[in-house]
T-cell receptor
C-alpha cells in the first residue's frame, strides 16, 4: 500500500497570505489527523477528521481550519499567516482513528512564512 | 489533561553501547503508549506500541520498551546502538475514546562511531 502523501513538500509564503496543504491517507483509512511541529512547541495536535466530520480540535486559533472529502483526502488551511506559523505540518492517517490505533505519518509539508 | 515527559533533550552514545530513552506519562485510565522515530527531514515512523497485556513490548529495528504503571514510565531500550539509529525519538500517548496523540518534546540521539 502506498503511504500517506502530503503536498506540497515545501512552501514559502509571506505574512498575511493564506495557504492550503493537502494530505492523502493510506487507502482504506478514514481518519486523518494534522499536527504542527516546531522547535519550540514540539508536536501539537491540530484536528482530526473522520468521514468528513471534525471529531476533535486542538488549541489553535480559528485561522487554522481543515476539511475532509468523501474519498478521505484532507486539506488544512491557514489564513492570515503569521511568522510563528512557520513549521513542519504533519498529516497522519489511521483506519478508524481510535486511541489504540497506529497513526501512520506522512513526510510533512515544511512551511516558511517570511 | 494528558502529558508526556521526556526528560532528556539530547543523548550521545557510542556505537555498540546500550541505550535507554526515558518517557513518563500522565493519564488517569490505562494509557495507550507509543514510541516514534523521526530522521531529519522525514515524518514519524512507529517503533512500537503498548495497549495492554505483556508489559515488555518488542518493536522494529531491535527496540523494546517496558511499561511500568507504578512509575508511569514507558522507557525505550536497545542493547546495541547502530550509527543509523541517530535520529529524534518521540514518546506519545492517547487513551480510549481519544482521537489524538499527545507527544513528548523528543530526545535527540547522537551516535559516536
Amino acid at each position: 500500500k502506498a503511504g500517506v502523501t502530503q503536498t506540497p513538500r515545501y512552501l514559502i509564503k509571506t505574512r498575511g497570505q493564506q495557504v492550503t496543504l493537502s494530505c492523502s491517507p493510506i487507502s482504506g483509512h478514514r481518519s486523518v489527523s494534522w499536527y504542527q511541529q516546531t522547535p519550540g512547541q514540539g508536536l501539537q495536535f491540530l484536528f482530526e477528521y473522520f468521514s468528513e466530520t471534525q471529531r476533535n480540535k486542538g488549541n489553535f486559533p480559528g485561522r487554522f481550519s481543515g476539511r475532509q472529502f468523501s474519498n478521505s483526502r484532507s486539506e488544512m488551511n491557514v489564513s492570515t499567516l503569521e511568522l510563528g506559523d512557520s513549521a513542519l505540518y504533519l498529516c497522519a492517517s489511521s483506519s478508524l482513528g481510535g486511541g489504540e490505533e497506529t497513526q501512520y505519518f506522512g513526510p510533512g509539508t515544511r512551511l516558511l512564512v517570511l | 489533561a494528558q502529558s508526556v515527559t521526556q526528560p532528556d533533550i539530547h543523548i550521545t552514545v557510542s556505537e555498540g553501547a546500550s541505550l535507554e530513552l526515558r518517557c513518563n506519562y500522565s493519564y488517569g485510565a490505562t494509557p495507550y503508549l507509543f514510541w516514534y522515530v523521526q530522521s531529519p527531514g522525514q515524518g514519524l515512523q512507529l517503533l512500537l506500541k503498548y495497549f495492554s497485556g505483556d508489559t515488555l513490548v518488542q518493536g522494529i529495528k531491535g527496540f523494546e520498551a517496558e511499561f511500568k504503571r507504578s512509575q508511569s514510565s514507558f522507557n525505550l531500550r536497545k542493547p546495541s546502538v547502530h550509527w543509523s539509529d541517530a535520529a529524534e525519538y518521540f514518546c506519545a500517548n492517547s487513551g480510549a475514546g481519544s482521537y489524538q496523540l499527545t507527544f513528548g518534546k523528543g530526545t535527540k540521539l547522537s551516535v559516536i562511531p
